[in-house]
């Protein structure tokens, strides 16, 4: 590690401190439509083995009743509910990912900022504000971490999560800037996650860590709790000790927050550019499933090893397959409700046999973000498209995308409640969104 | 890392499911002298800084009062009072070490032992022998992360022991061996500790949140958490991830637990050597300390950057200063009592004119746990001496050193009390033993 990692904790620390009035409306206006959307994904996955074990683990401790566990009618101490809906809200992987970060921002800094600004009665805009600069934060903290991390085994969403959901809990909470540097040291000895919990309950559990973490750390600077001067970038600090990628803090202007990307697909985010492509292809040009003798799926190479599951013998394992969510758009089954991923949808012979007609290639020259897709007819006439998931969309278009997700998950009524409180939010408490989650 | 590091998690399973009968009474002896000075050294850090903030965090938090927190009247629930206790037994430093572990074995596992034994109402002798088995554990966890872990920035203490912590809170609330292997995997995505927190409130810290991570881990096992199959050995899992040094997993017959250290000196472990062959050759020589005109002190080279701070500027930096600690010596102060550390002692002409007098080398050919001393005395004679940590004691001795040390820090009656409650282990409850805690 060079000598410039000493500036991150000072970006971080600017960062966190940054005056609301300098904060765009654009990054807010994301920000608000990603808390919509971590309220729904929550909502849905609060009946997942992985949401009941935790939920039931911290309303067993009790304690100060302050804040609120999504699915649970008592409330429990705020570092508890952080780690409980951090998992939960991850359980179904629904959230939203941010592609430079490489990792999922929202899961791991929301419930941080939630738990501490319903237990300090601030309004949901200074929670949404706390939330979008934590996960600034984490994005630019994944990004200094970048691929070596990941690659060697570090899960950015816990990891450069834990730092991200401290700046988001300090800022609720109001701590001074030296404080907030005494947190973010704090946090620096507790982050952690690995990637080879993917696949298991440890996956969401790693989002509640971060949360979790993070409360506790702004908790215990709040109480003067003296760490290191710079637990980020000091020598044996926390970016030179998890394989940290680059030297240098990025120089940027404005939020990367604005590339949040949201799933509408309850799979994989590496296959639903390929989704959308063939979504497009088939309504455009109005083919018949069995049309279709067989399809090409160029990719980065970097997901051949993610999601490229060739015959999947689960639910969750169909997620994580080009071939069989290839052979779902043809068939015209809803991609975006979590139900369509049965383990029993394995055992179709028609996706099967229409999955078997799929090849995917590793392309270098295509992004982490766009696929190509080419359909061959009977008659040899070849057709193909693409898709950029990197390609920003108006507010308003992501809007209905989310509002017609949340219907799905949650029916129409629960939805458009939750859609009407939330666009409303500068009127509201963030007492108002807590009580949208309760059970 | 080598495929043989799948052997670990086999073997920790193992270890941690061992039958009581076959658990040797050697090991179990030096077992209760660890937890006799384990509770002595907690006490007297109650009043530390750092030991009131986490203190104040977790009984500001409340929740189900079933595990008791040094120092205060009301319990909290298990992990809470785990993250306080491990922080508070490790906020003097003064508390046994293992060398092959590279660390501090009875703060992180102790506190997660205890808070469950309580909750659950098992035996003290169970208590003990949970403690016990996942102590070893995390020494020979420890021994595998090795030195490259501890040399990266790891600190054992808290990574090595957040595995220990986890076998003992299992074997108390009793895990079936496929749920231990589960909370085993489930801790190493919660493991962390950096040593970049030396010298601030976050050493004690590491040691907190290694406890509590431990019995998190336990008690999710229990409640049927699924994680990966192998968190430790995996090709991601927290060896190949944490710079681990081995490749195998240490064949040892019998418990390398019975080469735990205790200290006698309320210093860093590195300069204890150099204080037990000086206060030796002090005594059999009987020389006055201004008859003294030079010492040599021969060292392990690893010792250099760990405690040779030559003019020391407070009560803190004299714990890491081999000359100031060896001035005291011949000043006959008492470097067993806290309170021989104050800041004020850096201000003594006396002790700084003796400092400068001695000079600390390192040789590669002194291990560790040794110290060599050569006094030169005004007509020319030179005697020398030297002491070696590593040799064992017969536990009678190192009971005698442990009760003067515990009257040092408690007083007579508080001290002694705990030591009949302790002696008496096989007629006493985990409830007894966490009585003799509470403020």
Redesign the interface.
């Known amino acids: 590690m060079t000598a410039s990692n000493g500036a991150a904790i000072d970006a971080v620390a600017d960062l966190a401190g940054q005056c609301s009035t300098d904060i765009p409306a654009s990054a807010r206006a994301m920000a608000t439509l990603s808390l919509f959307d971590w309220c729904v994904v929550a909502l849905a996955g609060t009946g997942q083995?992985?949401s009941r074990?935790?939920r039931?683990?911290v309303l067993?401790?009790?304690?100060?009743p302050t804040a609120s566990v999504i699915g649970a009618a008592r409330k429990?101490?705020p570092?508890?509910a952080a780690l409980a809906n951090g998992t939960i809200s991850h359980a179904l992987d629904y959230d939203d990912t941010h592609f430079a970060h490489v990792g999922h921002p929202s899961v791991a800094i929301l419930p941080a900022a939630l738990a501490l600004a319903e237990d300090r009665d601030a309004s949901a805009a200074a929670l949404r504000d706390a939330f979008l600069l934590g996960a600034e934060a984490s994005i630019r903290i994944g990004m200094v971490l970048g691929r070596e991390h990941y690659e060697?085994?570090?899960?950015q969403t816990?990891t450069a999560g834990a730092f991200g959901a401290t700046v988001a809990a300090g800022r609720v909470i109001g701590l001074a800037p030296a404080q907030m540097r005494s947190a973010l040291?704090?946090v620096?000895?507790?982050?952690?996650?690995?990637?080879?919990?993917f696949?298991?309950?440890?996956k969401p559990?790693?989002a509640g860590?971060a949360a979790s973490n993070g409360v506790?750390a702004a908790?215990?600077a709040e109480?003067?709790?003296?760490?290191?001067d710079d637990?980020l970038g000091?020598?044996?600090?926390?970016l030179?000790?998890h394989a940290a990628t680059a030297a240098d803090w990025p120089a940027v202007g404005g939020f990367l927050f604005e590339d949040i990307k949201h799933k509408f697909h309850a799979c994989c985010h590496g296959a639903h550019a390929m989704i959308e492509a063939l979504q497009k292809l088939m309504t455009q040009r109005a083919i018949a499933p069995d049309a279709v003798a067989s399809i090409v799926v160029r990719v980065s190479p970097r997901w051949l090893k993610v999601c490229d599951i060739k015959a999947p013998r689960s639910g969750l394992e169909i997620k994580f397959s080009y071939a069989y969510l290839a052979a779902m758009v043809l068939s015209g089954i809803d991609t975006a409700a979590d139900h369509s991923y049965a383990d029993a949808a394995c055992d179709s012979a028609a996706l099967r046999r229409l999955s078997q007609r799929v090849t995917v290639v590793g392309d270098a020259h295509i992004s982490d973000t766009e696929t190509e897709v080419a359909l061959t007819l009977p008659d040899g006439l070849r057709v193909t498209g693409r898709h950029d998931l990197s390609v920003r969309h108006a507010p308003e278009v992501i809007a209905n995308g989310l509002r017609r997700k949340a219907r799905a998950l949650l029916g129409d009524e629960r939805a458009e409640a939750i859609w009407t409180s939330i666009a409303g939010i500068d009127a509201r408490s963030a007492r108002d969104l807590a009580a949208l989650l309760r059970g």
């Open positions: 083995p992985v074990i935790i039931d683990l067993d401790e009790g304690g100060r429990v101490p570092r508890a060697r085994g570090f899960h816990a040291s704090i620096s000895t507790r982050a952690s996650g690995l990637k080879s919990q696949g298991t309950m440890g559990y790693n860590i506790e908790l215990l109480r003067g709790f003296i760490s290191c637990g000091a020598a044996q600090g926390f030179a000790t």
